[in-house]
């Protein structure tokens, strides 16, 4: 059975080396992108005949069941979805001062758009064995490693609290499907220089998080329930 994957927020960042690298192991892939143009160049730049360009906005209905029809043109299963589409908003703000729209921003998207995400494409993933959801999430959203880890001195409450949200909904999904649907985790690939941060120094390339995701992809192991890092298993 042929292989596909369906990666969101994918025509920069850690997405884009998503695509990259899965387009590498035969699988094929649908690079996700709000934008037509950026999503359109994205895979352009790839050159390769296992890409397609899918456009989703999720934080849009409409746009993900548009999205879900246009994949089932072309195939009826999906083995992989990888919901790496996010929003960082509050980078520099302390909670306090953080204004309530922007929190409801931040929530719509990363938490409301990976949920809707999962719903829509549930069928095209339980018509495949051995399927995957995987939610990208950061360090920041174990409670434990913000209170105590590397991450302690960073105190932003939006993202951080949007992120242990995806955290909760991984783990309901999982026990959900524990025995009768898709394989349900999240991986943290650690602190990444990409846009998200504004480019921030001293995190690792986009290629080597990429990795990271990949090796769980494709990991024989069972990790339903799991959140991980580049080292393993995860506090909550």
């Known amino acids: 059975m042929k292989k596909y994957a369906f990666i969101t927020g994918a025509n920069k960042g850690i997405g884009y080396e998503l695509v990259r690298q899965l387009a590498e192991k035969n699988y094929h892939v649908f690079l996700g992108a709000r934008n037509e143009q950026l999503g359109q ?3 352009d730049s790839l050159n390769v005949s296992n890409v397609s360009y899918i456009q989703v906005d999720i934080s849009n209905s409409q746009s993900i069941q548009e999205a879900t029809k246009k994949i089932h ?3 009826d299963h999906l083995h992989l979805l990888i919901n790496n589409a996010g929003i960082a908003l509050d980078f520099n703000t302390l909670p306090s001062e953080l204004n309530i729209e922007t929190l409801r921003q931040g929530f719509e998207v990363n938490f409301f758009g990976t949920f809707q995400m999962i719903q829509a494409f549930l069928p095209l993933l339980k018509n495949s064995s051995n399927s995957k959801i995987l939610n990208v999430t950061t360090d920041m959203a174990s409670l434990t490693m ?3 880890g590397e991450t302690h001195p960073i105190n932003t409450l939006g993202y951080n609290s949007s992120k242990t949200a995806i955290n909760a909904l991984t783990l309901a999904f999982s026990k959900e499907f524990a025995t009768n649907g898709p394989e349900v985790f999240g991986i943290t690939p650690g602190f990444t ?6 480019n921030s120094t001293g995190g690792h390339t986009t290629i080597e998080s990429a990795k990271i995701i990949i090796k769980y992809a494709l990991s024989e192991t069972n990790y339903n329930g799991k959140i991980l890092n580049k080292n393993g298993i995860i506090p909550w």
Do not use: H, K, P, R
């Not at 220089?193 to 504004?198: E, V």
């Open 41 to 43: 160049q994205a895979v």
């Open 146 to 148: 913000f209170a105590n």
């Open 73 to 75: 043109e072309t195939t």
């Open 193 to 198: 220089t990409t846009d998200l941060n504004g």
